[in-house]
């Protein structure tokens, strides 16, 4: 197996070695692993590319690249550029410092760069680690990560049998704020809404007089809905919750059906 990494917080985030751990693994000894990452943090991107602007690409190692750009970016370089003579089979963004459960999802450069191989008709995982206090003080706060990943892309796969027309599923990750040990298992669940909190900016003048706003995030502590992402993760879960770029409502096109 050929798999593709990339993450939103940059080449050198200590959650893209264990997104490289368990590449490793699923690859096994006869596979390749490629790493196609932003030089720099770009968290909060989504699926942003660098339409107007060209982005520089530098070798850092044997199948190893940093770009100057968003996740999407790095996976259209993978595509079209690092690994243009043979695509990757499965591509992995993360694994995100922090969860993307919930409304986080939207803002996610990690599930950009999965969406964007999803539209380039390749399988992919966003996988992200939920912090809380039962974990974010470990030596490796990525441990529920490191310890649960490759099963639970290996069962994702299993189950994935996406062809013909129309978006392709990609899969949102997010793994609980507990030690490996802790995980209670796999829940596949749709994405939930934490009630009462959002993201938000915060004013500051800086020494020389001048304005600016800080975004902030919510209390990532808040649970959504029983039976949807960030409600299962508190609760010491792996969430799965398979996506499209398909952005209709659905649910409400039949009753807009009346202004034709």
Do not use: K
Not at 115 to 129: D, W, Y
Not at 192 to 199: A, I, K, N, P
Not at 245 to 254: G, M, Q
Request: charged fraction near 20%; hydrophobic fraction near 40%.
């Amino acid at each position: 197996m050929r798999i593709l990494l990339t993450n939103d917080d940059g080449i050198n985030a200590p959650g893209l070695a264990v997104a490289e751990a368990i590449a490793a693994e699923l690859a096994g000894p006869e596979g390749e692993v490629w790493v196609v990452a932003p030089a720099f943090e770009q968290s909060g991107v989504a699926h942003c590319i660098s339409y107007t602007h060209p982005t520089m690409i530098a070798r850092m190692g044997d199948r190893r690249y940093a770009a100057e750009g968003s996740p999407a970016d790095c996976v259209l370089a993978g595509l079209y550029d690092v690994m243009a003579e043979a695509r990757p089979d499965l591509v992995l963004s993360g694994v995100n410092r922090g969860n993307n459960s919930a409304e986080n999802a939207l803002y996610s450069g990690t599930l950009g760069g999965a969406l964007e191989a999803a539209l380039q008709g390749i399988p992919a995982v966003a996988l992200s680690q939920y912090f809380g206090p039962a974990n974010r003080d470990l030596d490796n706060s990525f441990d529920a990560a490191a310890g649960h990943g490759a099963e639970v892309v290996r069962r994702i796969l299993a189950h994935d049998a996406e062809g013909g027309p129309g978006y392709r599923l990609f899969y949102n990750v997010n793994f609980p704020p507990v030690p490996a040990q802790q995980v209670r298992g796999i829940r596949a669940v749709p994405q939930g809404l934490r009630q009462g909190t959002s993201f938000s900016v915060e004013p500051h003048v800086s020494p020389s007089g001048r304005r600016f706003l800080w975004v902030r995030g919510g209390d990532q502590q808040i649970a959504t809905e029983a039976g949807t992402d960030a409600a299962v993760n508190l609760d010491g879960y792996v969430s799965v919750t398979p996506m499209r770029a398909d952005l209709t409502a659905h649910d409400a096109l039949e009753r807009f059906r009346a202004i034709e």
